[in-house]
């Protein structure tokens, strides 16, 4: 997925981030080769030590950015209140303990007029036989997945925690119903 179409989608997704840039649930890595130049510093926050130790070892020696890992989860973030120009999460949000914590948190952090940059995948309600399909595979799926919760109605959550979403693309992964 990472080599086709998740792999574009996150180079689309980040090409547009610049100045200080927050990411929450930032895993092995995956977004990095994907920031431009245009960002000058960059706090990477990923709680699992094993990811986090994955993470250290994809950062480039000479990096365009200067960058901060940090062990923190999406509820506490270690940024003070309006200091960030771009807050980014990518398929995370389906795994935080605390949805609406997480938000809060990014709202916290991103100044005014800054950008939310998400990509993750949502409970599917325009096509009743995938969204069947995500509720009950959810409580597997959750257990084997990291507690990723493939039904969660992640779109209409941000909206609710203020933030004005301007575009909701939805997507299909080829190969899935």
Excluded at 81 to 99: E, G, I, K, N
Aim: with cysteine; hydrophobic share 40%.
């Amino acid at each position: 997925a990472e080599q086709g179409p998740l792999g574009r989608w996150r180079a689309e997704l980040l090409a547009e981030a610049s100045g200080r840039v927050l990411e929450i649930g930032a895993g092995t890595g995956a977004n990095l080769p994907h920031y431009p130049d245009t960002v000058d510093h960059l706090i990477l926050c990923e709680p699992d030590p094993g990811m986090a130790a994955q993470l250290r070892a994809k950062l480039p020696t000479s990096p365009p950015w200067t960058v901060d890992v940090q062990p923190a989860p999406g509820e506490r973030l270690p940024a003070p209140d309006a200091s960030q120009d771009v807050v980014v999460s990518t398929l995370v949000l389906c795994t935080v303990a605390d949805v609406d914590a997480s938000l809060a948190e990014l709202r916290r952090v991103l100044r005014p007029g800054g950008r939310f940059l998400f990509l993750e995948h949502v409970a599917d309600e325009g096509n009743a036989l995938r969204h069947a399909v995500q509720r009950g595979a959810t409580p597997v799926w959750k257990r084997i997945a990291g507690g990723c919760c493939l039904d969660r109605k992640t779109a209409d959550r941000i909206r609710a925690a203020g933030f004005d979403v301007d575009v909701v693309e939805a997507r299909v992964m080829p190969g899935l119903l």
